[in-house]
């Protein structure tokens, strides 16, 4: 019999596309099934103020989420932590765990900005281009956060989409026409959307056989890190080089 494993999702109250992508991708896993729980934070526009405000909001939804016995949880705001200076993943995820174990629950904790760290890890990539729907000042708050875990950003471009509804309905050619535009002689890896509300789960493979580079998305990533964190096999077709089962495990 095949164990259903309970997923929650901490997810800004405008995000749309988290909870499209992520299970899209592992309904593609061979051997295990997967439900999904979400809570959300009120956000609408992407900006300091209302991401510090939104992370407030965190620990009501960890409650929830925790009531629903789920197996592992995905903080699914990229930005709103990276925004907040280097670490900030870890101490967060270090925040939740503690707040889980006080109410006797012990799920894997997961944030979409350290599943994007540890699956360029897992790529062996040291530079990278990246494509954000951010303003500039928030994507350079995001090149800033990857430098501070030890990769180089050899270029990036900030689509400038500062409502977080809008970010959801980026078209696809916008994002790669962006790819493009990018210097990407010397990158390692592209991550072709560094928000897990931009769209990203159609550009990927073409992204690939294009640019001929590993491509991820904050999708992806995610994908990755809630698999390796359940002890599953991480590989799904279809899905990018990370997901492919070429990346070597972790030692």
Do not use: W
């Not at 979400?38 to 510090?52: F, G």
């Not at 995905?74 to 670490?87: D, E, F, H, K, S």
């Not at 270090?94 to 174990?101: H, M, P, R, T, Y």
């Not at 995001?142 to 430098?147: D, I, K």
Request: charged share 20%; net charge negative; with cysteine.
């Amino acid at each position: 019999m095949t164990v259903t494993h309970r997923i929650g999702l901490v997810v800004p109250s405008s995000n749309v596309t988290v909870e499209t992508e992520i299970p899209a991708l592992l309904a593609r896993h061979p051997g295990a099934r997967f439900s999904f729980h979400s809570s959300r934070m009120r956000m609408h526009q992407v900006s300091p103020e209302a991401l510090r405000a939104m992370n407030a909001q965190r620990e009501r939804c960890v409650d929830e989420l925790a009531d629903a016995g789920v197996d592992a949880l995905l903080y699914a705001c990229l930005v709103a932590l990276m925004a907040q200076g280097p670490g900030e993943h870890t101490r967060v995820e270090n925040a939740v765990v503690d707040q889980l174990a006080a109410a006797g629950s012990a799920p894997a904790v997961r944030s979409s900005a350290g599943a994007l760290v540890e699956g360029l890890q897992a790529l062996g990539a040291r530079r990278i281009a990246l494509v954000t729907p951010y303003l500039r000042p928030l994507a350079e708050k995001v090149v800033g956060y990857l430098e501070s875990e030890g990769f180089e950003v050899a270029d990036y471009a900030a689509l400038e989409v500062g409502d977080n509804a809008e970010v959801g309905c980026i078209p696809g050619d916008r994002v790669l026409e962006a790819a493009r535009g990018l210097d990407r002689s010397t990158a390692d890896a592209l991550v072709i959307s560094a928000c897990v509300q931009m769209p990203s789960l159609d550009l990927v493979g073409p992204a690939e056989r294009e640019f001929g580079l590993p491509v991820l998305s904050a999708a992806t990533a995610g994908a990755y890190s809630l698999l390796r964190a359940l002890e599953l096999d991480a590989r799904l077709p279809d899905a990018g080089s990370l997901l492919t089962g070429a990346v070597p495990a972790a030692g």
